[in-house]
C-alpha cells in the first residue's frame, strides 16, 4: 500500500490545482452519458451500467482518475478491480477509523486490482487535539470533518480531472438526484457515481454472488461506517444513515456539498 506523505509537507509540495473549462466539463459529461446511458430498470441493467461507467471513466481519464472509498463502499471498490483493472483508489485515514474499517483497506489491498492509497490530514489526532482541544467531534464536528476529510481530500483531488464515488440515490435525502456521470461544479471536475441507481438489496444480492469482501461492522449493525466516535449501530427499522452524527442535524461530511 502506498502512504501519501502530507504530514509537514512544504507548500510547494502540493500538486497543481486541475480545473476543468465549464465547456470542457459539459463535452466530457455529454460524451460519457453516450456512452454509458443509464438503465437501471432491472438489477442486471444497473450492475451493467455500473461497470461500464467505470470502465469509461478508467479509459478516459487515466491516471487523471481516482476513485474514492471509505471502505464502507465495498461494492463500488470490487467493481473497481473488475472493471478498471489498476485504477486508483483513495482511502482516507481520519485516523479516527474502527479497527475493521483498516482491517477492510488492509484486505482490499490483497483482494482487489487497485492501486489503493491511503491520504491523512495534516494534524495527527494527537496534534488537533492539542491544538484545538480533544474530542473535537464532540464539540464541533464541522470543524473536525473539515480538518480531518474536506481537506485532505481536496489536495488529494487536487491534480485529478475526474472522481468516482459511492453515492447513492437511496442514501440521503440530499443524494436524491445524483448523476452517474455529473460534474462537480465545487472542484471544476468531472464525477462519476456508478452505483447511483442501485437499491440496497441491490448491494446486498451483488455482495452475496460474488463474494465481496465486507467490513465486519456490517454484521454488527453499522449500515453505514464513518469515523468511530460519529457512528453507531443502526436499529431495525432506523433509517440506515441515522447512526450517523446521531442526535444531531448534521448528515454529511462535506466532500459531497
Known sequence: MIELEVNGAPADAAPADVRLEPAELDRLVAAGR?????????????????????AWAHETFGERVTVASSMGDEVLVHLAGESAAGIEVFFLDTGYHFDETIETRDAFEVLAPVKLITITPRLTVAEQDAEYGPKLHDRDPDACCAMRKVEPMERALSARSAWVTGMRRVDAPTRTDIEIIGI????????????????????ARFTKENYVYENPLRELGYASIGCAPCTRAVKPGEDPRAGRWAGRAKTECGLHT
Not at 35 to 53: F, G, H, N
Open 34 to 54: 453516450a456512452a454509458v446511458p443509464e438503465r437501471s430498470d432491472s438489477y442486471q441493467d444497473r450492475v451493467a451500467t455500473a461497470r461500464a461507467a467505470l
Open 184 to 203: 462537480d461544479a465545487k472542484r471544476g471536475k468531472i464525477k462519476i457515481n456508478p452505483i447511483a441507481a442501485w437499491t440496497d438489496e441491490d448491494v
